[in-house]
C-alpha cells in the first residue's frame, strides 16, 4: 500500500486499535505523551501522534490517524491497524493468504515472496512466506539456555462451559500447524513443558487457547517489541 504517496510495505494486524507508523512514514506529526502495549504488559512512549492518507492499487484511499515510532515495528514500516482498517472498507483474507480490502473482488496484496527477518531484544524469527512458516530462536540472558524447565503442568483446569469452544480452537491450531505432535527423533529430548490454559474475552463471547511462557520469559533477555495501543 501507499502512505502519504509512498510504496509502503505493511502489516495487517487486527490485535491493534490504532495504525502505529515509523517517523519517516509521517511528514507531518506532533510529538504526544501516547503509549503503547509490550508483549511482555510494559509500556512503551512513542514519539507521538500524526495523520497520514493512504491508497491502494484498487483506488480506496483513507485518511488515518496514527501512532509515530521511531524504529520499525517486526520489520514493517506502517502497521495497519483497525482504525485503517475500518477507514479502507474492512478486510478478509482467502485461503490463498491474499488480503482484499472492502468489497473489492481482486486481492490487493499479499504475503511478501521472500524470506524476511526479525531481530529483537530476546528473540529472532524468519518467515519464509513461500512454506508460511515462522522460525524462531530465543535469546537467552547471558547468552545460557535454561536447561530444563521445573513445570510439569500441561493445561490449566478449564472452566466446564468454555471446554468445548476450547477445544475447537486447539483443533485449528493442530489444522494450521501451530501445534505439531513430538517426535524424540525429530525434535531431540524434552526440555521444558509449556503450560496450556483458556482465556475467556467475556465481552467477544470467545474463548482463547494461551501458551503459559512465565517460566521460560524469566530466563530471557527483556522484550521491547510493541503490539497495541492502550490510551
Not at 530465543?138 to 539456555?145: A, D, H, I, L, R
Not at 477445544?167 to 493442530?174: F, H, Y
Request: glycine fraction near 8%; charged fraction near 20%; charge should be negative.
Amino acid at each position: 500500500m501507499w502512505v502519504n504517496g509512498v510504496l509502503t510495505m505493511a502489516l495487517v494486524d487486527t490485535g491493534s486499535s490504532r495504525c502505529i507508523a515509523h517517523v519517516l512514514c509521517c511528514s507531518s506529526w506532533k510529538q504526544e505523551v501516547v503509549s503503547i502495549l509490550t508483549v511482555s504488559g510494559k509500556e512503551h512512549f512513542c514519539k507521538g501522534t500524526g495523520i497520514v492518507r493512504l491508497h491502494l492499487s484498487n483506488g480506496a484511499s483513507a485518511d488515518v490517524d496514527v501512532l509515530v515510532v521511531d524504529s520499525t515495528l517486526l520489520g514493517f514500516p506502517f502497521i495497519l491497524g483497525m482504525n485503517g482498517i475500518v477507514a479502507l472498507g474492512g478486510a478478509t483474507v482467502n485461503v490463498e493468504r491474499l488480503v482484499r480490502f472492502g468489497k473489492e473482488d481482486t486481492a490487493v496484496c499479499a504475503a511478501a515472496a521472500t524470506v524476511f527477518g526479525v531481530d529483537e531484544q530476546d528473540f529472532s524469527a524468519t518467515y519464509d512466506a513461500t512454506t508460511n512458516l515462522w522460525t524462531a530462536m530465543w535469546k537467552w540472558s547471558q547468552g545460557v539456555e535454561p536447561g530444563v524447565l521445573q513445570n510439569q503442568i500441561e493445561e490449566y483446569s478449564v472452566p466446564h462451559e468454555a471446554r468445548l469452544v476450547y477445544e475447537k480452537e486447539l483443533e485449528k491450531w493442530i489444522t494450521d500447524g501451530w501445534l505439531v505432535s513430538y517426535e524424540k527423533d525429530v525434535h531431540g529430548p524434552v526440555k521444558g513443558l509449556i503450560p496450556l490454559m483458556a482465556v475467556i474475552q467475556r465481552s467477544k463471547g470467545k474463548v482463547r487457547p494461551v501458551l503459559d511462557f512465565r517460566e521460560l520469559n524469566r530466563t530471557l533477555s527483556r522484550p521491547t517489541l510493541m503490539c497495541v495501543q492502550t490510551s
